[in-house]
Nanobody, 121 residues
Framework: QVQLVESGGGLVQAGGSLRLSCAAS????????MGWYRQAPGKERELVAG???????KYVDSLKGRFTISRDNAKNTVYLQVNSLSPQDTAVYYC???????????????WGQGTQVTVSS
């Protein structure tokens, strides 16, 4: 069973940056595709980015440029660097995992509990 634990969320001022982390356990991390999603208040959960086991990356077009996904296979961890934050980025950010980037960016089987990011104006 895959376990995903996010960290790094918090309260940040507009224009600031955060790096979110997600530590995975339970399956061989190197074989997993990983993803980040977010859910703003009153809105549906949406994909932010995904990264395959081999390092192929997919970003949602509207978020390209400010978000950077990366992974460290030695640490079983995936990261999301978020820059130039605005209040519209306020959301719960979720880590996800599945066998390939196609699945992790559409309907992943494994989810973390989420980490809250709040951006003040």
């Amino acid at each position: 069973q895959v376990q995903l634990v996010e960290s790094g969320g918090g309260l940040v001022q507009a224009g600031g940056s955060l790096r979110l982390s997600c530590a995975a356990s339970g399956l061989t991390f190197n074989y997993l595709a990983m993803g980040w999603y977010r859910q703003a208040p009153g809105k549906e959960r949406e994909l932010v980015a995904g990264i395959s086991s081999g390092g192929t990356i997919k970003y949602v077009d509207s978020l390209k440029g400010r978000f950077t996904i990366s992974r460290d296979n030695a640490k079983n961890t995936v990261y999301l660097q978020v820059n130039s934050l605005s209040p519209q980025d306020t959301a719960v950010y979720y880590c996800a995992a599945d066998r390939n980037i196609g699945r992790v960016t559409t309907s992943p089987n494994y989810w973390g509990q989420g980490t809250q990011v709040t951006v003040s104006s």
